[in-house]
Nanobody, 125 residues
Framework: QVQLVESGGGSVQPGGSLRLSCAASGRTFNNNGMAWFRQAPGKEREFVAAMRWPTEMKYYADSVKGRFTISRDRARTMLYLQMNGLQPEDTAVYYC??????????????????WGQGTQVTVSS
């Protein structure tokens, strides 16, 4: 089992920045991928960004490319999401996810095994 705990959410004005963190514990040595998803009220959970190792490949949703950056620490116990240029449409609960192995359809939330409780990000003026 893997436990994930997100932090770093909050309220910002449009154009602002936030950095989300996800702390992983438990059987993390089998993890080959971690990701961020988000869910706005009344909408389905959507893919934001993912990272796989050992290739260190990174994947982004088109809506966040050039604004968000996913990264991790060398121990693979911390995942980060640096969010710049935030817009009101980025408002959502952001979730951290992880899995053993890798699935080519990484944008599908059903293909991720472990989830955090989420952290709220609100962008408004």
């Amino acid at each position: 089992q893997v436990q994930l705990v997100e932090s770093g959410g909050g309220s910002v004005q449009p154009g602002g920045s936030l950095r989300l963190s996800c702390a992983a514990s438990g059987r993390t040595f089998n993890n080959n991928g971690m990701a961020w998803f988000r869910q706005a009220p009344g909408k389905e959970r959507e893919f934001v960004a993912a990272m796989r190792w050992p290739t260190e490949m990174k994947y982004y949703a088109d809506s966040v490319k050039g604004r968000f950056t996913i990264s991790r620490d060398r121990a693979r116990t911390m995942l980060y999401l640096q969010m710049n240029g935030l817009q009101p449409e980025d408002t959502a609960v952001y979730y951290c996810a992880s899995r053993e192995g890798w699935h080519v359809i990484y944008e599908n939330s059903n293909n991720w095994y472990y989830w955090g409780q989420g952290t709220q990000v609100t962008v408004s003026s």
